[in-house]
């Protein structure tokens, strides 16, 4: 197969120092045709094998792509680090469709075969097992409990303590911050002990209660003690197909894709083990006395045609991220030629499922899964292979090599495309940080619309952090954009009614306003196309389509009776377009998306449908003609007018907005429409109350301050100094000339009282008339 050398060489000039700082071939991926050479822009996406944005061209060299994308491990649910990853390459694989046109077979997995799914499952029959007869909590449990309680704190807290009512003054000791730093899972641990204890003592009358809260602690010790009995195969495939449907269904609620194929590990054994056999017969692998079989990454990566780890190869020989990449369960690695060595086949142990292989009972490895179904179904060479960041070593790298090792092809993956992590709110999503949020919790608070907004505002491949203020600004775009659809239908309603009314065409020639807004839109377009060429950044192409709104909507407000509503119409069409193409669903006349619920209202007789709009018509009449024959204020006619815009219609989910000089604008709205005017409207006469009862509060002072001057302008300068016994002698006018001791009042006191005498004077006469 021949492949482009020249921009493999450009790209090794520009990766030069990159390659420099790790210690291994650096192997880039190859194309079946040169960089286009054209002024207009061809897409390009980061490659993780690059480093790089790099032009895509298919293998097939037209417009048919393979994309295999890793799938999940289903043995809970999802959260919103899946949702960001299948969103993400949701939104990705419909541009490269449905903008691009290229026609791509997408394959996915399901893990139903995984360490995480074995010890849930197991752990889950045995409490089942052990719960379900029980009828009372009786002294031999609440032993096994208590016991389960002190191993806990001593596995996972690493401490001894006399016993369980020590808990409480031990955890009140320590620092929890310091303590989360030494122990991530620190108050994950703590809360389960906690809770063991508050069944032990106070939950014991409540059996369903009593063993939710000791589940946590009480499960590891069943599993140690019965764990290795558990050999049914129908347990371990009891958990993964519930967490798979569960799976389905907030991918569906995500409006999420499904795959062309998907694929299970559990029904791919025998191509597994025949995968691993070639891998063998080649020369890469080695099976060990216990029957497990391991791929030799010393002698694929002495070949002069492989490299290891070739996504990310600074990390080759990171024991925590090989030894989480081979799972809990595999312990004997004494075995192995090479730390960087990974299991294609394990050997099973008792309470573990079991297949026959050419080694010994056994099941399949984590990595040699997806190698094996994205092969089957796509070939030696596959186009793209998606999925998070956090599986790119040790599980991608290591699916690379056993590919390539199986097929002894240079390049087994063109394109990989890794999303970004998701951090929330600055941390890392963790459950022992208690920001850990499923998919469904997320689509409690959230529209699927709005998350998908959300992940849609960030680069695909870089990391994304889901905090309030993100979301924010995302509802208020959401809101951009409804509020310009809902007023382009109206628009286009309220112009079909002037056409239907008028005896005359109303003018459609363009004057340079229409022109400057069709400009506008082709400029839109083009900074659309260069975004999504630009390794999809779709929030360039977003907003792109949110300044066009603004632009749009400044024309409209503009223009008043002369709008030409046939450029209004294109715009709000092609922005409708792009969302569509994003993920978002476009309504059937292509004038917006869908309302965010989906929830629609049957239509019923004509008379079911016409007669709440017809008695609002009616009284509104029956309220016009009352007023009239009394004879009420033009404030009245406009009050009963706001009534029926407010209150009636609205109820009705119609809107009028109110335009200088036009007639009023008519918007029918979703219920979600609808309450948030109810709400705008709710605050605003709330202000408004609010406002009010300020004003008469501050009437109600003025008055009270006013009564009070009044009180004190009562008193006469004449008399203001008479009544009290600091004086013994006064003038004609009142002022003190002896104190009460009779001594005389001293100028700078006279100066003082005289001050006060003239503002009293100044008082009572401003409320009574002259003193004298």
């Not at 209660?209 to 589940?215: T, V």
């Amino acid at each position: 197969m021949s492949h482009c050398r020249s921009l493999y060489k450009l790209i090794i000039r520009n990766m030069s120092s990159t390659a420099e700082s790790v210690n291994t071939k650096v192997v880039q991926p190859k194309w079946n045709a040169p960089e286009p050479k054209q002024s207009k822009p061809v897409l390009k996406l980061y490659n993780t094998l690059t480093r790089t944005k790099v032009p895509f061209v298919p293998l097939s060299g037209t417009k048919t792509v393979s994309w295999y994308s890793c799938g999940p491990t289903v043995y809970d649910a999802s959260h919103m680090g899946h949702a960001r990853n299948y969103v993400s390459i949701d939104i990705n694989r419909r541009i490269m469709s449905e903008y691009f046109g290229y026609d791509i077979k997408f394959v996915q997995n399901v893990t139903d075969i995984d360490d995480k799914i074995i010890i849930r499952a197991r752990q889950n029959f045995l409490f089942d097992n052990f719960t379900k007869d029980v009828a009372n909590i009786d002294e031999s449990i609440v032993s096994k409990v208590t016991d389960a309680t002190m191993a806990y704190i001593v596995k996972n807290l690493n401490d001894q303590l006399p016993s369980i009512d020590e808990f409480d003054k031990w955890a009140a000791s320590l620092n929890v911050e310091d303590e989360k730093m030494k122990n991530p899972k620190f108050p994950m641990h703590t809360t389960a002990v906690s809770n063991a204890i508050s069944a032990l003592k106070e939950n014991r009358s409540d059996v369903t209660k009593f063993f939710n809260l000791s589940k946590d602690v009480l499960v590891p010790v069943l599993d140690k003690e019965l764990g290795a009995t558990v050999n049914d195969p129908e347990v371990f495939r009891k958990l993964p197909a519930s967490w798979e449907n569960d799976y389905n269904n907030d991918m569906a609620q995500l409006n999420v894709l499904p795959p062309s194929v998907t694929t299970r590990v559990s029904e791919y054994v025998p191509e597994i083990v025949e995968f691993v056999q070639r891998i063998i017969d080649n020369g890469y692998g080695y099976a060990t006395d216990d029957g497990s079989v391991y791929f030799d990454t010393v002698s694929f990566d002495s070949s002069d045609k492989h490299s290891y780890a070739k996504c990310q190869p600074w990390n080759k020989g990171q024991l925590d991220l090989i030894e989480d990449g081979e799972g809990s369960l595999s312990t004997n690695t004494k075995e192995k030629k090479s730390k960087n060595d990974f299991a294609l086949w394990k050997a099973s142990k008792p309470g573990e499922p079991e297949w026959e292989s050419p080694w010994g009972k056994g099941r399949p490895g984590w990595h040699i899964e997806c190698s094996v179904m994205a092969s089957d179904v796509l070939g030696s060479q596959i186009d793209i292979h998606s999925g998070g960041i956090d599986l790119a070593f040790p599980h991608h790298d290591n699916e690379l090599a056993q590919s390539e090792a199986c097929f002894d092809n240079e390049q087994w993956i063109n394109y990989f495309l890794h999303t970004g992590h998701l951090h929330i709110e600055g941390q890392k999503m963790s459950k022992s940080l208690k920001n850990f949020i499923t998919i469904k919790e997320a689509l409690n608070n959230y529209s699927a619309r709005q998350l998908r907004l959300v992940f849609a505002s960030a680069q695909w491949n870089n990391q994304l952090d889901f905090k309030e203020s993100l979301v924010n600004e995302v509802k208020s775009l959401e809101t951009s954009f409804n509020n310009f659809f809902q007023n382009v239908r109206a628009l286009q309603s309220d112009n079909s009614h002037k056409q239907e009314g008028m005896s005359h065409n109303i003018s459609k020639k363009l004057t340079s306003l229409e022109t400057k807004l069709l400009q506008d839109l082709q400029s839109t377009q083009e900074k659309v196309d260069i975004a999504f060429c630009d390794n999809l950044a779709t929030a360039q192409a977003i907003k792109a389509l949110s300044d066009l709104v603004t632009i749009t909507n400044s024309y409209i407000s503009s223009v008043g009776n002369d709008l030409k509503i046939e450029p209004v119409l294109d715009i709000c069409k092609y922005i409708t377009k792009i969302l569509s193409i994003i993920g978002f669903q476009a309504r059937p006349d292509n004038l917006g998306w869908v309302n965010a619920s989906g929830s629609d209202k049957s239509a019923g007789s004509l008379e079911e449908v016409a007669m709440p709009y017809v008695k609002v018509l009616s009284t509104f009449r029956d309220n016009v003609r009352s007023m009239a024959i009394e004879k009420a204020a033009l404030s009245e006619f406009l009050k009963l007018t706001d009534s029926v815009r407010d209150n009636d219609l609205l109820k009705l989910n119609i809107s009028l907005d109110d335009r200088n000089g036009q007639s009023a604008l008519v918007k029918f709205l979703t219920e979600e429409e609808k309450q948030e005017i109810v709400k705008f409207n709710e605050e605003k006469e709330a202000r408004e109350e609010a406002k009010r009862l300020k004003k008469l509060e501050q009437q109600k002072l003025k008055e009270q301050k006013e009564q009070e001057k009044k009180e004190k302008a009562k008193v006469s300068p004449l008399e203001m100094f008479k009544n009290n016994d600091l004086y013994s002698a006064w003038d004609d006018n009142g002022m003190p000339t002896k104190d009460k001791d009779g001594n005389d009042v001293t100028k700078s006191m006279t100066k003082k009282l005289k001050k006060q005498w003239d503002q009293q004077k100044k008082l009572h006469e401003e409320f009574f008339g002259s003193a004298n």
